[in-house]
């Protein structure tokens, strides 16, 4: 009975083959073109892609060497990205790539958190936020915790009566994930889910202003001027004074729901603020009273590329040299001039992590794990490698093969730290690579995925991984 079930089965898939072809003749609209076609033989792929415009290093840079500045030490790492720019080039960090210490910090991703908060650094501590809106204070060279403080809940006064409740995410996701934390002038901020923005004092802990939002906020806050600046989930702006918690103007970009489940920061330059979006957007704004000054869409359609595929911008731009870098989702990266918006030059990278210009020239990571190197003026391209070749399997296949699934790790970052190209990934990796050459030349076992770019300081990496674990690398 079971072996008549099989050929019937296979039987009936021949059948439905051979009709393909039947409908080919019959329908005179259907394949009508008889002009060569690209056929892959026995176990050879050919991409979907090959209609796109490739990233092919060009024959001018072939062979050539590019600037890249020494390292630096670091101060602080008060900002998600580093400082306001979200520019940190190169510094001096991990020269023994040895993992120091790792601690428990709170509450690790599952279906209903993530982890989502890049580490921030000063004054001997390391402030991280789990995925459940605890703010931590650690000690930088120990790992010992100095303070917690829940953010998470109900809001209550001094004497603990209940003052409302704080509305959570919403939806399937349940509960008040993401957010981020910064520091300036001995306070920690702290953006969440729960809809606020929180001071708390940096020493203690304690709470010193809290500002109730309408919608929930994914992103780390970004500090400049006695401002903080984020965005909430509906791509709203807001500009808060540091010092009372009052709002002192918004701006609205083009909603757009669907985004990825990363969170970007805004950068900042003296009066200016450039907003990334989950639509696309790139705006830039006055610090002092939010108006546009431009605006760019990082978006493209294609054969291959849907008008409703994600434009997320979840990587940070990056301000460096009077240049804003930023990558969309949707497959556009661009070098815009701070002061028109102009388009200096344009790539197609989709990626969800923060350009890296140092030297001469830009890193940057693709979605699909493309590690490239461009030359900052012209966008000329040096070279790229495939961080994923060889860690890409194939996982499923329950019925002749149907519903098997091509899996490759995710990649965060670069930075480039003591003369180290430094990512991780989801597979717990800490991966280091010549930055002259993107030859692998060293490697960590984190114990755990990782979706968070390192921070450096006080000449070590912090970086956090998806089960709330905070790891220092010597």
């Known amino acids: 009975m079971n072996r008549s079930l099989k050929i019937a089965l296979m039987c009936g898939l021949a059948a439905t083959v051979a009709s393909c072809g039947t409908v080919k003749k019959v329908i005179p609209f259907v394949n009508k073109d008889d002009g060569p076609k690209a056929v892959a033989t026995q176990g050879e792929r050919i991409s979907i892609l090959e209609f796109e415009q490739q990233l092919t290093p060009s024959p001018a840079l072939s062979g050539r060497d590019f600037f890249i500045p020494g390292p630096q030490s670091v101060a602080q790492w008060a900002q998600p990205g ?12 991990a020269p023994e790539f040895a993992i120091a210490w790792k601690r428990n910090v709170g509450a690790d991703s599952d279906r209903m958190r993530q982890v989502m908060a890049p580490p921030v650094a000063a004054d001997g501590r390391i402030y991280v936020l789990d995925g459940e809106a605890q703010v931590s204070a ?4 120990t790992g010992a915790i100095v303070w917690k403080q829940n953010l998470a809940g109900d809001e209550r006064d001094g004497g603990g009566r209940l003052l409302r409740v704080i509305p959570t995410g919403g939806g399937k996701t349940g509960g008040g994930f993401g957010g981020g934390v910064a520091f300036a002038d001995g306070k920690v901020f702290v953006s969440s889910g729960y809809r606020s923005v929180t001071a708390l004092n940096a020493a203690t802990g304690e709470v010193v202003w809290k500002h109730s939002t309408d919608l929930p906020i994914h992103g780390a806050p970004t500090i400049s001027g006695g401002r903080l600046y984020v965005v909430d989930v509906d791509n709203q702006l807001i500009a808060l004074d540091t010092a009372t918690g009052n709002q002192t103007w918004t701006y609205r970009g083009i909603t757009e729901p669907a985004r990825i489940m990363r969170a970007s920061s805004p950068a900042i330059s003296g ?5 990334p979006f989950s639509s696309g957007q790139v705006v830039a704004l006055r610090a002092s009273n939010g108006q546009p000054v431009w605006e760019e869409v990082l978006s493209r359609t294609s054969r291959t590329n849907a ?6 911008i979840a990587g940070r731009p990056v301000i460096s040299r009077g240049t804003v870098y930023a990558v969309s989702q949707s497959g556009i990266m661009q070098a815009l001039d701070m002061v028109t918006g102009n388009a200096k030059w344009e790539l197609p990278i989709g990626g969800v992590n923060a350009p890296l210009p140092v030297g001469d ?12 190197v461009v030359n900052r003026e012209s966008g000329q391209i040096y070279w790229t490698r495939d961080l994923n070749e060889g860690r890409t399997r194939t996982e499923g296949g329950w019925f002749f093969g149907m519903g098997k699934r091509t899996v490759r790790p995710t990649w965060s970052g670069p930075v480039l730290a003591s003369n180290r190209l430094i990512l991780v990934n989801s597979e717990g990796q800490m991966l280091a690579f010549d930055p002259k050459t993107g030859a692998q030349t060293a ?32």
């Open 443 to 474: 490697s960590i076992n984190l114990g755990a995925p990782a979706y968070i770019a390192p921070a450096a300081y006080n000449g070590a990496l912090y970086v956090m991984t998806d089960d709330a674990r905070l790891i220092s690398i010597r």
């Open 138 to 141: 650690v000690d930088a060279g």
């Open 271 to 275: 009066d200016t603020v450039i907003a």
């Open 307 to 312: 008008l409703s595929e994600l434009r997320d």
């Open 82 to 93: 580093g400082n306001a720019e979200n520019d940190m080039g190169h510094v001096i960090a």
């Open 361 to 372: 020239v830009v890193y940057v990571v693709s979605k699909t794990g493309e590690l490239t």
